[in-house]
Every structure is written in structure tokens, then in C-alpha cells.
């Protein structure tokens, strides 16, 4: 029995039509390469295009935003305070200094905060002793206090204590040099004595080897005026207080009586 292929219409056509195959494949094949050809023109002329145009600038990016810097915080303005300064002789420094230190809880339970010893230029056993008073009216009970009195004795106080309660109204508390000298005296009228005081300057009174460290009045009388002034040359500072100017000046700005002045160096 004879073996049958498997028949297909377009197997039949080209039998049939042999020049009809031939002219469709060369159609296909023309087709194929002009749609080869648009493409490889289309690539080139895309490609000549973004070769000749113009190169695109570039937006400078702006720079990033700065903080601004802080500020620095504004001095804290000054605020007035009270002091008491105890003025006493010892008979041995470093015994009182002990008992002194032993008993700064009292001091605190009345409100009073150590702020310096000085000794007397001269006699180192006359001490000035300068505490900030928190309520003048507990400190002045503090120091009528009999057991106050108890304590001093006690411990080498020898000569009766001298006790002023001073208003401060100008203070640098930069101004730690280890001499000083207070000046008191009583004027007529604190506002014209101000006045003529301020007219000096502390420009002309540092040049005359005074720095000032504190300006107070008298709590109990305002007319009272004590002054600190921190000293890096003794004889300096001694020559400009001592001068006929000085004295003039002083007696210009309404100040009454001779002035009290003490020299003290830093307790240590």
C-alpha cells in the first residue's frame, strides 16, 4: 500500500505557481530590508540630531540655606545687694579662721554667704570680714545674738567688733586681685557726690592704680558712702589717695570729715 504525504494547500500552490513563491519571497525580502534600512536611517539621523544641538547648560543649584548663628545670651543685668562687714581683731589667725569655718551653717541658717577675709595691711590680726545678706533684719538679729558674742570669745576675738551693713550699688565681680582698699567717708548729698565721682571716670582712676571693684551706701544712712577699690601697686595706689587732687576733688564733691581708709591683702 502505497505510503500517502501529508498534503497542505500551500504546498499545493507552489506546485502549481512556482514563479508566484519566487515573486513573494523576493517581495518579503525587500520588505525586511527596507524596514532594516528606515530603522539604521531613523538611528543615525536621532543620533546626528542630539549630536549638533546645542549642549543643555546647567542650572547652577543654589547653595543650601545657612542657620544664622545664635546669639549670644545678654549679660544678666546687675542687681543691687546687701552686705555686712564685720570688722574685729584675733589673736591668733589661724584658730579664728578654724572656729570661723566651723560655723558657717549658723551663717547660712540667717541668710549671710561668705564673700571674703581680708587682714589689715599692717596688723594681718585685724580682720575684715564681708558677708552678702540675704535679709538685713535676720542678720542684724544674727549678730545681737549673745551666742554670736559666745562664739567670738571663745574662739580669740580680742578687741570689740565693728559691724556696718552697706547697700551695694555697683559691683565687678571680675576684680579679684589679693589687696584692696576701702575708703568711707559721709557726703552732703550722694547725688552730687555721684555726680563729681563719675566725672573722674575709672579710666583715670585705674591709671592712678585704683580698679573698682564696689560702690555702696549705708543701709541705715544713705549719706554714708563706701567704696572698694582693688590695687595692683601699693605705693601707687597710696600716692594717688594721699595727693592733694584727690583731697580737692573729694571735698569739691561735698564729702564731710576725713575719710576712713584701710588696706587689706586676701585671707587665705
Known amino acids: 500500500m502505497p505510503l500517502?504525504?501529508?498534503?497542505?494547500?500551500?504546498?499545493?500552490?507552489?506546485?502549481?505557481y512556482p514563479d508566484t513563491w519566487y515573486k513573494k519571497r523576493n517581495i518579503?525580502?525587500?520588505?525586511?530590508?527596507?524596514?532594516?534600512?528606515?530603522?539604521?536611517?531613523?538611528?543615525?539621523?536621532?543620533?546626528?540630531?542630539?549630536?549638533?544641538?546645542?549642549?543643555?547648560?546647567?542650572?547652577?543649584?543654589?547653595p543650601p540655606a545657612v542657620a544664622p548663628a545664635p546669639e549670644p545670651p545678654a549679660a544678666a543685668a546687675f542687681q543691687p545687694f546687701d552686705v555686712v562687714e564685720i570688722g574685729h581683731t584675733v589673736k591668733d589667725y589661724g584658730t579664728w579662721r578654724k572656729a570661723f569655718d566651723n560655723d558657717s551653717a549658723a551663717r547660712l541658717a540667717n541668710g549671710l554667704q561668705f564673700m571674703v577675709?581680708?587682714?589689715?595691711?599692717?596688723?594681718?590680726?585685724?580682720?575684715?570680714?564681708?558677708?552678702?545678706?540675704?535679709?538685713?533684719?535676720?542678720?542684724?538679729?544674727?549678730?545681737?545674738?549673745?551666742?554670736?558674742?559666745?562664739?567670738?570669745?571663745?574662739?580669740?576675738?580680742?578687741?570689740?567688733?565693728?559691724?556696718?551693713?552697706?547697700h551695694v550699688i555697683r559691683h565687678d565681680p571680675e576684680m579679684k586681685e589679693k589687696t584692696w582698699v576701702e575708703i568711707t567717708h559721709r557726703v552732703k548729698d550722694?547725688?552730687?557726690?555721684?555726680?563729681?565721682?563719675?566725672?573722674?571716670?575709672?579710666?583715670?582712676?585705674?591709671?592712678?592704680?585704683?580698679?573698682?571693684?564696689?560702690?555702696?551706701?549705708?543701709?541705715?544712712?544713705?549719706?554714708?558712702?563706701?567704696?572698694?577699690?582693688?590695687?595692683?601697686?601699693?605705693?601707687q595706689a597710696k600716692a594717688s589717695i594721699s595727693s592733694d587732687k584727690k583731697k580737692a576733688l573729694m571735698m569739691g564733691a561735698g564729702v564731710e570729715g576725713p575719710p576712713v581708709i584701710k588696706y587689706y591683702t586676701l585671707a587665705e
Request: proline share 4%.
Open 4 to 16: 500517502r504525504s501529508a498534503w497542505h494547500p500551500t504546498s499545493a500552490a507552489l506546485l502549481w
Open 28 to 62: 518579503d525580502k525587500n520588505t525586511t530590508h527596507m524596514k532594516t534600512l528606515s530603522i539604521t536611517l531613523g538611528t543615525l539621523a536621532l543620533l546626528a540630531s542630539q549630536g549638533c544641538s546645542a549642549p543643555q547648560e546647567k542650572t547652577a543649584e543654589a
Open 117 to 166: 577675709i581680708g587682714r589689715e595691711e599692717g596688723d594681718p590680726n585685724n580682720l575684715m570680714v564681708v558677708l552678702q545678706a540675704n535679709d538685713v533684719a535676720k542678720a542684724k538679729a544674727f549678730a545681737a545674738d549673745p551666742r554670736l558674742k559666745e562664739v567670738m570669745d571663745k574662739n580669740g576675738v580680742i578687741s570689740k567688733p565693728e559691724i556696718n551693713y552697706w
Open 190 to 235: 550722694f547725688d552730687a557726690w555721684l555726680k563729681v565721682y563719675d566725672g573722674e571716670g575709672t579710666a583715670t582712676r585705674a591709671a592712678e592704680g585704683l580698679y573698682d571693684v564696689a560702690l555702696a551706701r549705708g543701709v541705715d544712712d544713705p549719706n554714708l558712702v563706701h567704696i572698694v577699690f582693688d590695687i595692683k601697686d601699693l605705693a
